[in-house]
């Protein structure tokens, strides 16, 4: 967000205002939506150092506090929303309802502010914009669908089912992962008790050797340092990393970037997300080809919902070479996402005019390939898992015995 300085004529008197923005046409907008008076200027400025602190220190608050909609909240919410719009009840009315009538606080204040913004006359899917973070991109793509086709009921429909279908697949991610996750939190909870009171028993014995411990054992007595000496601090000092690293990602586009592109390099998780993002991306664009929207619109609706950056710019190039004249296969092509195979499939839609239908088969396909990498996810983590407590057992053997195998050793020897 950029910042800027408009000047405004109020009551006969020339005052300045700071605001925020992406660009120079936005800032006019708020400008104008934020003051009553005559718009004399908008001007970029360089932010005030004070300004940066506030900022920043509003953000990291804003990212420590602000919490998504439960899930099944807002499917129940949606599909509300859906049956009240096919009723012929205001978007307005429908959206006070729901917000009057739920447990679920963050869902109350955000349909609830989402209403006042619509009472303002803002479009449904803009005033969705400001609760991207709790909404979730493929809600607002999906809106925006209903509002460009006229048929916002329908589009709901589709979003309910396509949140459920999501909401299914986060479960079973959850069971497949429940018994690897409960193995390893046995298993640190079993090594830190060892640091914590194993280790210590024999620290005074090594002590008395005077002799040179080896590689294993220095970093077993430097650990169970840190851990009696500095654990909570160490602790204190995780979580402060773990939450500013977050703001980091949550408000610098470019170390977001890094960090999704690091996450597709690794192992198991790559495939994870390259399949989930392909999967609703066929899946919206399908919709948005059988409401009629143009190939190109359609994309850009489309990628509006991918989270991850590099394969959001990806497919981005595909909009580009379709506004270009290009056909849709050789942009599909040029991103190097996607098999032969599917490239095969759409082309053949675009020659016979079925390019609706194969997306919707590639969507089936993709959807197909993320819920085997999901069915086969505990079998994929068991070597890393198995790796991991190898590790731990064979520095805390070695790490113990090694010192006392020598110290046998010096015994024997001066026998």
Known sequence: MKYYIATVITKGKKEEFPLYANNKKEANDHAKLKHSGIIIKVVEAQEPLDAQLKRFKTNFL?????????????????????????AGISIHDSLNEIANSTQDQNLKFVFSKLADDINSGHSFSSSME?????LGNL?????QLGEKTGNLDEALYSLANMLE???????KFKKAMAYPRNVMIAMAIAF????????????TIFEELNAELPLPTQILLTLEHLFNNYGPYVLLILVAAFLFFKYLINNHRHIRYGWHQFLL???????????????RFTL??????????????????????IDNLPLKAKLITVRNAVEKGDTLNKGLQDTELFENMIIQMVSAGEDS???DTMVGKVAEYYKMKFDAIIDGLSEAIEPIMLLIIASMVILLALGIFLPMWDMGNAVQGRQ
Do not use: C
């Open 192 to 203: 830190t008790v060892l640091i914590s009171y194993v280790v210590p028993q024999f620290k």
């Open 130 to 134: 400001n609760f991207r973070f709790e």
């Open 165 to 171: 279908e999501i909401r299914a697949n986060i479960i």
């Open 265 to 279: 390099k690794t192992y198991l998780i790559n495939n994870i997300i390259k399949y989930a993002t392909l999967s």
């Open 62 to 86: 804003q990212n420590i506090k602000k919490r998504k909609i439960k899930p099944d909240a807002l499917i129940a919410a949606i599909r509300q929303l859906a049956v009240m719009t096919n």
């Open 353 to 355: 005019g079925t390019l």
């Open 139 to 143: 809600t607002i793509a999906m809106v």
């Open 284 to 305: 919206v664009f399908s919709e948005l080809l059988r409401a009629g929207i143009p190939i190109a619109e359609a994309l850009e609706t489309a990628t509006t919902m």
